[in-house]
C-alpha cells in the first residue's frame, strides 16, 4: 500500500477520529522550551511525562529525524521564512503519544500545527512525500521509547559551541542533561545507520506504517 493511501482519511473515519476522547499530555505554554535545542526540548516532555502521567509513559515514544547528510526537510515549522514554513535541519526530534493502535498524536513544539496534531495530518503536511526529493533530502527515523530516551540521553552541548567556545545559540537555563553512564551520546541518537543505536532506524514509508493504521 502507497504512503497516500495509507494517510488518506475518509470522512466516516476522521469523524470516528475527531469523537475519540484523548487525553493531551502536554499544553504548549507550560511546556519548557528553547530554540534550537529540541533534543532537550523533548527530554523535558518525557521528564514531565513520567512524572505526572507515568500510567501513560509507556505508550510514548521521541523521534529522531535526519539522514547521512544531516539535510532534512520539513515543513510547517515556525522558523521557515516562506509561506509553506519550509526548513532544511541537520535533525529533529520529536515526541509520540501512541494512544492505541489506531491512534496517534504528534508533539512538536517547532511546529506551526496543532499541539498536539494527529498523526496523519502530521506526517502529511511536515514530511510529505521522499518520492519528489533527491536522496540527500530522504528522512530517516530513529524511534526509541520515551523511558529509554529519558533514563540514557546526555547532551553537554558542545554542537551549539562555536569554535572559540562561544554559543551558536543561547543554552537553556538548566544544567546539561547527563546519565549515568555518559555525559554526551547525541550523536547516537542521531546518527541513522540501520541496526546500530538506541531504538530502531526506519524509512519515511515503514514509520508511516509503524503508527498510523488505516481503520477498516
Wanted: charged residues 25%; proline residues 6%; contains cysteine.
Amino acid at each position: 500500500m502507497s504512503m497516500s493511501a495509507q494517510l488518506h482519511l475518509g470522512n466516516n473515519e476522521n469523524n470516528k477520529t475527531k469523537d475519540r476522547s484523548l487525553k493531551t499530555l502536554f499544553k504548549r505554554p507550560e511546556c519548557s522550551y528553547v530554540s534550537c535545542y529540541c533534543e532537550e526540548n523533548v527530554w523535558k516532555l518525557c521528564q514531565d511525562a513520567a512524572q505526572r502521567i507515568p500510567e501513560e509513559f509507556e505508550r510514548c515514544y521521541v523521534v529522531f529525524i535526519s539522514n547521512p547528510c544531516r539535510t532534512v526537510p520539513l515543513w510547517k515549522q515556525r522558523a521557515g521564512r516562506e509561506e509553506d514554513r519550509l526548513v532544511i535541519w541537520d535533525y529533529h526530534v520529536i515526541f509520540l503519544y501512541s494512544v492505541d493502535c489506531k491512534t496517534c498524536l504528534v508533539y512538536d513544539l517547532d511546529s506551526e500545527l496543532p499541539f498536539p496534531t494527529f498523526f496523519h495530518k502530521y506526517v502529511t503536511e511536515t514530511f510529505r512525500t521522499d518520492q519528489v526529493l533527491k536522496s540527500d533530502f530522504h528522512r530517516f527515523f530513529r524511534v526509541v521509547l520515551a523511558k529509554q530516551f529519558l533514563q540514557n540521553f546526555a547532551s553537554d552541548r558542545r554542537h551549539m559551541k562555536r569554535p572559540d567556545g562561544s554559543w551558536i545559540k543561547p543554552p537553556p537555563p538548566y544544567p546539561a542533561i547527563s546519565s549515568p553512564n555518559s555525559t554526551h551520546n547525541l550523536d547516537e541518537f542521531i546518527n541513522m545507520d540501520i541496526g546500530s543505536g538506541p531504538g530502531q532506524v526506519l524509512s519515511l514509508t515503514e514509520f508511516v506504517q509503524r503508527f498510523y493504521k488505516i481503520e477498516k
